[in-house]
């Protein structure tokens, strides 16, 4: 079986200041040096803005590093290739990206490509606790991600 190689790693969400940026960093920290560049961008950016304060705290409490993503991103038809593994946080923002862009190749909620049937769930608004749990649930699952990633190459 033909395994698919990714040139990036797209994590999606709808304004890019809470749970693609995290995963970025994430991603950025703990994927392997020759694994796809991992980046992140919005569905609905507006207008720029910042990280989230609560965010990129916890990005920077746990070591992770987010340079370069000083502002959110809207995602551009331009940034999807056929090598680009597009993982938003949520199923109604992977419908909405296919629907925007007429694409479904290598679209996947981060919870599908990492062998799970949910949703991450936005802590936007909630407490201190609330973000956290959702960045070790994003840890988890942008784990799970490198894993399967790097298998695939692994095994081809």
């Known amino acids: 079986m033909l395994m698919k190689h990714y040139d990036q790693v797209i994590f999606l969400c709808t304004a890019n200041t809470l749970l693609s940026p995290l995963a970025e960093g994430i ?8 694994m796809p560049k991992g980046v992140s961008r919005g569905l609905v950016v507006l207008f720029e803005e910042p990280i989230s304060p609560k965010c990129d705290i916890l990005l920077m409490q746990n070591g992770f590093d987010i340079s370069g993503h000083d502002q959110s991103r ?9 090598e680009t593994l597009v ?11 296919i629907e925007k862009f007429q694409l479904e190749e290598n679209v996947y909620t981060i ?13 936007g608004g909630g407490d201190d606790e609330a973000y956290k749990e959702c960045f070790q649930e994003l840890v988890r699952r942008v784990n799970k991600v ?3 990633i790097e298998k695939q190459y692994r095994e081809e």
């Open 27 to 34: 991603y950025r920290k703990n994927s392997l040096d020759w």
């Open 74 to 82: 809207q995602i551009e038809k331009e940034d999807l290739t056929e």
């Open 87 to 97: 993982l938003t946080m949520t199923l109604s923002e992977k419908v909405k990206l």
């Open 111 to 123: 919870g599908e490509f990492a062998g799970e049937d949910t949703d991450i769930a936005d802590p």
């Open 146 to 148: 490198i894993q399967k």
